[in-house]
């Protein structure tokens, strides 16, 4: 470095917000500090701070370049354990060292924009044979308020009786706090089913509408998939007697714990599917328009889900 005693490396066990394991060197009268480590690599860092007033010394790339003329092309190459033509960027999103200083730097800075008090914690738990794993994050706001409240001190309840008050000033204070948990589960959800949602039709039914055949296909995980084959064998008039036409032909083959057929709204058809299968398609050969509102598709579920608490 450029010999003055203050450039020195700032480390988490000096005066200075230094983390542990990162080498910082600061308030050097240079942009680059050349050294080797402790394994005797060389080394090169840029300095953030020239000066006591930690104003940013901003440099946005480094790097080690050979001499080109006109049209060369450079190509990165190791030279002598020297990174040749390989610029150095400093990263776009800011790196942690642990996870609990993210969460302080995070507390910090919702604190000092809202003025209230804010902890941020994150917890990690890894999935096992019997659990899965998630990822939460918890927010905790709390709040104290002190409001002074006076008033006279002779109060008239008319000719015949006062109250008279001595101390006329009253302090009430107290506190709020808010917490709640944001996770991401990774894991697909085990409590909600997947569901497909058609349209119904009003219209009268014709000839081509009598008979109708498709199949509904059941998954989990990586088990083999689960075919039936759901005939529809009459067509009914009315929204309502075809919801059930589709129900009854359907539980007929498949259990009502696994799929159930329901209406919504007027004219809306839900296959609602048991939170077991992580994957159900309906296919419908030929497919086109028909009244029933069964139609091709296919629902899954992600590979995670997030969940929240307060």
Known sequence: NNGEVTCAPCVSSDDCDGLSNVVDYRFCNCDLVVTVDHNDKFMLYTVPYKSTDMVPNEINMIGIFNEITEGEVLEAV??????INGPVYPPVIPRFSTMSELTSRMSQ?????????????????????FSQGSFLFGVEFQKGFEVEVSFSSSLSLGDFASI???????????SFLLSSELGVILGPDDVDGLKLINQVSEDNCTINDQNLDFDIILYHDDDPPVAHNISITSCPEGITA???????????????????????????????FNPHWSKATV?????????YGIQNGTVKKDLYHFAMGA
């Not at 190791?78 to 990174?83: I, L, R, S, T, V």
């Not at 800075?109 to 044979?129: E, G, K, Q």
């Open 242 to 272: 075809r919801i059930d036409t589709v129900r009854d032909s359907v539980n007929v083959v498949i259990d009502e714990e696994d799929v159930t057929i329901s209406l919504v709204g007027t004219y809306t058809l839900v296959i609602a």
């Open 164 to 174: 008279s008050v001595e101390e006329s000033s009253l302090v009430v204070g107290g």
């Open 283 to 291: 296919y419908v050969p030929g497919s086109g328009p028909n009244l």
């Open 109 to 129: 800075v919702i604190t000092d924009f809202t003025t209230i008090n804010t902890t941020i914690t994150a917890l990690y738990r890894p999935s096992t044979d």
């Open 78 to 83: 190791d030279h002598y354990g020297f990174n």
